[in-house]
């Protein structure tokens, strides 16, 4: 009887494990979906600024690169390889990793506001 019981918890555990994993993995997709997405937002982003500050737009399209790339790498590898990455650079190169943060949150609501302004000036508020 121990045995069938130690058999049972340890099948589920093991089912437990498989679902973690499962979830896990789902929400690494949706993680480099969502990624993906802002990353095309920042170029936009940073196509509407080309023609007023070249010089930083040609910055927010490298952050844009560089939001693609851990999109991919976020599909491409295990969630501990890619906290071990996010550690090594937040001890590295911890204003890198800051300043990436602060650069992502300006573009994300530059974006957002001119896409803001858009919708108020658009056909809707016309018929209002």
């Known amino acids: 009887m121990v045995q069938s019981e130690a058999a049972g918890a340890a ?20 993680g480099a979906r969502q990624l993906s997405g802002i990353a095309g937002a920042v170029h936009a982003a940073a196509d509407q600024l080309q023609d007023q500050l070249p010089r930083a737009a040609t910055y927010i399209h490298d952050a844009a690169e560089r939001i693609d790339h851990a999109a991919s790498d976020l599909r491409d590898r295990n969630l501990s390889e890619i906290a071990d990455s996010m550690r090594r650079l937040g001890q590295e190169r911890p204003l890198a990793l800051f300043g ?17 302004d858009g919708d108020e000036h658009g056909p809707a508020s016309e018929r209002t």
């Open 100 to 116: 990436g943060a602060v650069l992502a949150g300006f573009v994300m609501t530059r974006f957002l506001k001119s896409a803001h």
């Open 11 to 30: 099948a589920s555990t093991e089912s437990l494990k498989d679902s973690a994993a499962q979830t896990a993995d789902q929400q690494k997709e949706t």
